[in-house]
């Protein structure tokens, strides 16, 4: 699935190898009939379905699983609802979202998209609004307000993340908290392609190094996605129905992220 940004981030190391059969350590979670979750010891998602919608249901189903509460904070925050939702500290941030355009953005990028990737979008949203009737104790009763999950959720979101952090990263940076300047440094990273002659097994390897703040906008997600239209390994950040930067049997992706001057404000 491609939506309309390539994410510009990086994270762990993977290796270019064929998606094998994915560590089995509990019973299958079953999401719906049709597709299974299988969580490994690491907490891994291993997603199996018959159907490709059936599996963007599933990877809705499992992000909720593993990160329900702050994806719900994540979305309220994207429709520029944290203050009516939390109170008044989100105000000054659903200020600068409206006035950013994302909630109307997000509703034109969804009335313009292909009929497929809004099949697999919705799908996706169904997902994580099933795993949330069903699993309604395992949610933060004050994020459950945000419920349910609209299918511009995701897009505005990810104009969030994309816009306001990594556009906006020089100037936003301080106000979203992202960094500590006491750490040093600026926000950056890198990536190195390793040819099979280079590398001790005699595989190709992608090196994928991150530079990001863990937790917020920058949380990941990582699973596995079995379908029929692919077998993919990867991570996404949470809230988003795509992997970012993975693999599979063909070649591997990544993406760096460092500042630059996309944003200037002015009075």
């Known amino acids: 699935m491609v939506l309309r940004f390539a994410f510009s981030v990086v994270l762990g190391l993977l290796t270019l190898a064929a998606c094998g059969p994915a560590p089995q350590t509990a019973e299958p979670e079953e999401a719906q009939p049709g597709a299974d979750i299988i969580w490994d010891e690491y907490g891994v998602a291993h997603i199996y379905a018959d159907d490709d919608l059936n599996g963007f249901y599933a990877y809705g189903w499992a992000q909720m699983h593993a990160h329900g509460s702050r994806i719900l904070e994540l979305y309220g925050r994207a429709r520029g609802r944290a203050a009516e939702y939390w109170g008044e500290p989100g105000l000054q941030a659903d200020i600068v979202t409206r006035r950013l355009g994302f909630p109307a953005l997000s509703a034109e990028w969804w009335a313009a998209m292909p009929a497929d990737q809004q099949a697999k979008v919705t799908a996706f949203v169904r997902g994580m ?139």
Do not use: C, K
């Not at 990941?220 to 692919?230: D, M, N």
């Open 129 to 267: 609004n099933a795993y949330a009737a069903a699993h309604p104790d395992q949610l933060s009763p004050a994020m459950q307000l945000v419920l349910p999950i609209e299918e511009t959720d995701p897009l505005a979101h990810l104009y969030q993340i994309v816009h306001r952090a990594f556009m906006g990263w020089g100037s936003l940076e301080t106000a979203l908290s992202l960094s500590d300047p006491d750490e040093g440094g600026r926000p950056g990273s890198n990536a190195y392609a390793i040819a099979p002659s280079r590398s001790a097994s005699g595989n190709a390897m992608l090196v994928i190094n991150p530079h990001l703040p863990w937790g917020d906008l920058f949380t990941w997600f990582e699973g596995q996605l079995e379908i029929p239209s692919q077998s993919i390994y990867g991570v996404s950040l949470i809230g988003i129905p795509m992997v970012g930067i993975g693999f599979n049997e063909y070649g591997g992706w990544t993406h760096t992220v460092n500042e630059y001057d996309g944003v200037d404000i002015y009075e």
